[in-house]
C-alpha cells in the first residue's frame, strides 16, 4: 500500500497562486507515475496533471497548461501542483494519484489516491 497526502489547499481570491503537495509514503514501481486530479461540486473527477518522478515525462490537461506545473522532488518523495493565475472556476477538490507505468491522464491507470484537499478560488 502507497500511503499518499496531500496538502496546501485553501481558500484564495482570483488571479493568486497555491501550491500543492503530494507527500508519498513509500515509492514503488507501482508509483512510479504521479497525477494530479480535480473534483469541483455536480461535476466528474478531471485530469490536471501527471509526471514521472525522473521528471522526464509530464503531460498536462490542455486547459490548464501555462497556469498549472507540476514538479516532483526526489529526495522528499513529494510532488508539487503549482497553480497560478488561479479562477473561480478551478474550485474543487484536488487529488494526488500514484499508478505504474508512464504518466497519463486515464484515472483508472493509478492504483492509490489521496484523501484529496480543498481549493477554493473567490471571485
Known amino acids: 500500500q502507497v500511503r499518499l497526502v496531500e496538502s496546501g489547499g485553501g481558500l484564495v481570491q482570483a488571479g493568486d497562486s497555491l501550491r500543492l503537495s503530494c507527500a508519498v509514503a513509500?515509492?514503488?514501481?507501482?508509483?512510479?507515475?504521479m497525477a494530479w486530479f480535480r473534483q469541483a461540486p455536480g461535476k466528474e473527477r478531471e485530469f490536471v496533471a501527471a509526471?514521472?518522478?525522473?521528471?522526464?515525462?509530464?503531460t498536462y490537461a490542455d486547459s490548464l497548461k501555462g497556469r498549472f506545473t507540476i514538479s516532483a522532488d526526489n529526495a522528499k518523495n513529494t510532488v508539487y501542483l503549482q497553480m497560478n493565475s488561479l479562477k473561480p472556476e478551478d474550485t474543487a477538490v484536488y487529488y494526488c494519484?500514484?499508478?505504474?507505468?508512464?504518466?497519463?491522464?486515464?484515472?483508472?491507470?493509478?492504483?492509490?489516491w489521496g484523501q484529496g484537499t480543498q481549493v477554493t478560488v473567490s471571485s
Open positions: 509526471i514521472k518522478w525522473s521528471g522526464s515525462m509530464t
Open positions: 513509500e515509492r514503488t514501481y507501482r508509483s512510479n507515475a
Open positions: 494519484a500514484a499508478g505504474p507505468g508512464n504518466p497519463t491522464a486515464v484515472p483508472p491507470r493509478y492504483i492509490y
